[in-house]
């Protein structure tokens, strides 16, 4: 197997010769649109899609409408679905949605033990974390554990929640407003919440120095 | 079936570990295998459960190292020949070609 | 000749392609039935976890009725028939060393579970 290059702070070089396994990606794709199977046009406007249209700047937007409009939250909570497509976001691997809530009370955490299913058009694809056995394996086994590893502790009383996605159903976690953010305006807001928040490894809190 | 995919609970995989500003795609070929599985989908030869089963059906040992889009190579790969979209000699001829081609031996 | 155009194609990423069906098929459980994660071990494609197999939970919500994923890898059939939301308690999966209050929600069709 060749590596993926991913430890590595890798740029496209395009004066270095292709790895075994992208030679074998361009050799099955030539004989596939040879034999018509498939347009590399369509191919590209496929990965053009995933790379700079769809992201968690969509799910952010859909956090800080549910935070600013009551009535909007509420419609969230009745029809994940109807309300996340109200902002224009909708489609594969996002075609039945649930929002859960956080709460002083309760953590909510989202994981797919047995593959990588995420919801797509309201995150985009998932970061290799997620789709990763250390993540998989633990997320359901040791949830207060993973959380720790990415920097958060929770008070023992709060109840944490692990949705595995086993079916289609798709999880978007609407983390808690933090405080002082009162007087921010929906732009504003939605700048605050980071792709880890809307999968539950994070909180969102009031500075914020990515917008992942 | 009771494969390693099967996760859950399993201990002993170590750290989560984490890439600060992950691109989508660390290499181009990522997102084509991605743009190529959907394309083929398209003809209606598989359906998304029976191509999350390719994937299950890899030998452990390839699985866990493989990266997640290694995986899905050879998963389009299998689907496609099960399929009876491509054969496996027209699959490795291309491939050797390319190599042949581009001065890789 | 190929059949995913960009137009296609934008059409597939944005509208997707759902596995509920609008299709009325009984439901053999309702929230709060307390139920018992089958033990089966199915030598095709299942999206029943291991971890779960022979563990007691509580329906906490009905989706409503999606394709079964078990028939449908094999090209058998979508069998659809209703899908739950099914809380289990951490300790109830993990023993007595797991904390207290915690709990994991796995999404389980109507074919994985028994009354308990």
Known sequence: MSESGRKDNHHHRHDAPLSDTALRVKALESLLAEKGLVDPAALDAIVETYEKKIGPRNGARVVARAWIDPAYKSRLQMNATAAIAELGYSGLQGEDMLVVENTSAIHNLVVCTLCSCYPVPVLGLPPVWYKSAPYRARAVRDPRGVLKEFGLELPEATEVRVWDSTAELRYLVLPERPPGSEGMNENALAALVSRDAMIGTAKVVLTRKVTP | ?105 | MPLLTIELAHRLITEGRTAKREIAVPAKFKPGDAVLARNIHPKGHTRIPRYVRGKRGIVERDHGVFVFPDTNAELAGEKPQHVYSVRFAGRDLWGPAAPTGDAIYIDLWDDYLDPA
């Not at chain 2, 609970?9 to 890439?19: A, N, Y």
């Not at chain 2, 500003?21 to 295998?33: I, K, L, S, T």
């Open chain 2, 1 to 105: 079936m009771n494969g390693i995919h099967d996760m859950g609970g399993m201990d002993g995989f170590g750290p989560i570990e984490r890439e600060a500003d992950e691109p989508v795609f660390h290499e181009a070929w990522e997102g084509r295998v991605l743009a190529l599985t959907r394309a083929c989908g398209a003809w209606g030869k598989w359906n998304i459960d029976k191509s999350r089963s390719g994937i299950e059906q890899m030998p452990p040992e390839d699985y866990l190292r493989a990266s997640y889009y290694e995986k899905w190579l050879w998963r389009l790969e299998k689907l496609l020949v099960d399929a009876g979209m491509v054969t496996r000699e027209e699959i490795e001829r291309r491939n050797a070609e390319m190599k042949h081609a581009t001065g890789v031996s």
